[in-house]
């Protein structure tokens, strides 16, 4: 089992910055893929970013250049640094953990993120 727990959600203009941070627990040597996603109101969940376990980062394209995905080994933590946000970035955001075999993904309880224009 692996538990996360998101935090640095909050409101924000637009331009601003934000950094989100995921604090992992439990058999976290399993896990794979880590990523961060975003639900917007009456959209679907999609993948904002997302990091393998030997450091490549992936992004969508409407945060490449603006967002950056990072992850702090010692402390089993996941970060998303958000800059120049727009309100199109207004969603909730979810940690994800994934496991390959047997698969598995693990989500976190999800942090509110507003950006006003």
């Known amino acids: 089992q692996v538990q996360l727990v998101e935090s640095g959600g909050g409101l924000v203009q637009a331009g601003g910055s934000l950094r989100l941070s995921c604090a992992a627990s439990?058999?976290?040597?399993?896990?794979?893929?880590w990523g961060w996603y975003r639900q917007a109101p009456g959209k679907q969940r999609e993948l904002v970013a997302g990091i393998t376990n030997d450091g490549r980062p992936n992004y969508s394209e409407s945060v490449e250049g603006r967002f950056t995905i990072s992850r702090d080994n010692p402390k089993n933590t996941l970060y998303l640094q958000m800059n120049s946000l727009k309100p199109d970035d207004t969603g909730v955001y979810y940690c994800?953990?994934?496991?390959?075999?047997?698969?598995?993904?693990?989500w976190g309880q999800g942090t509110q993120v507003t950006v006003s224009s």
């Open positions: 994800n953990a994934e496991r390959a075999w047997p698969r598995r993904n693990y």
């Open positions: 439990g058999s976290v040597s399993s896990i794979n893929n």
